[in-house]
């Protein structure tokens, strides 16, 4: 069976300081990666998305990046951080094989800057 | 411009008091309507995908339907752990999908 893990599951930052989320797929190869933001009480907002190894995608512009170093992974980084860039951040897969399929979500990253 | 609109925003039920949420959407081309429920502080666990009107799919005391306009998640007699927030997405051709905000469900005993 697949799993996703997620980590940290908390971040505490100062503005100003870079930030590294990763995220891994486990049991699967060639997914679907996705990076969104839930603010409270909106739904999810989609921030980038990975069809393949160092292929990423940019929904809204930000003060974020994506990288997908390998195959089941993918980072959000942040040179400098803002106080706007505080959030609940999931990361979630899908199989890219078989077409409709759904999303498979991390537990998620509570980020709070200071 | 693609939506996905869920009504209501919270409800409260009585233990064993059946209801329905809705989530209507406006997608040209749809290829998938997914149902995930999300507990607080959790990420949303996947419950259903509907990809054609008049699909139903069932999970214990949960009831999916879909039309061409509309998905209902109908719950029947539910518990108090069936507290969370119900949240649909839609997906059409692409790797995109687009969420709702989502119905905050609570069971009182």
């Known amino acids: 069976s697949q799993t996703i893990h997620q980590w940290p599951a908390t971040l505490v930052q100062p503005v100003g300081s870079p930030l590294s989320l990763e995220c891994t797929v486990e049991?699967?190869?060639?997914?679907?990666l996705y990076w969104y933001r839930q603010a409270a009480g909106r739904g999810l907002q989609l921030l980038f998305y990975s069809v393949g190894i160092g292929q990423i995608s940019s929904e809204v512009p930000q003060n974020l990046s994506a990288s997908r170093p390998q195959d089941r992974q993918f980072i959000l980084s942040s040179k400098k951080l803002l106080l706007s860039d505080s959030g609940f951040y999931l990361c979630?897969?899908?199989?890219?094989?078989?077409?409709?399929?759904?999303?498979?979500f991390g537990d998620g990253t509570r980020l709070s800057i200071l | 411009e693609d939506q996905v609109t869920q009504s209501p925003e919270a409800l409260r039920l009585q233990e064993g008091e059946s209801s329905s949420l809705n989530c209507s959407y406006t997608?040209?081309?749809?290829?998938?309507l997914f149902w995930y429920r999300q507990d607080p502080g959790k990420g949303p666990e996947f419950l259903f995908t509907?990809?054609?009107a008049g699909e139903e799919k069932e999970k214990e005391r949960l009831k999916a339907t879909l039309t061409k306009k509309e998905s209902f998640l109908h719950i029947t007699a539910p518990k108090p752990e069936d507290s969370a927030t119900y949240l649909c997405a839609v997906k059409r051709s692409g790797n995109q999908f687009y969420f709702g905000t989502g119905t905050s469900l609570t069971v009182i005993p």
């Open positions: 049991g699967t190869s060639n997914p679907n």
């Open positions: 997608v040209s081309g749809l290829r998938g």
């Open positions: 509907l990809y054609s």
């Open positions: 979630a897969w899908s199989f890219r094989a078989r077409g409709n399929q759904p999303q498979h």
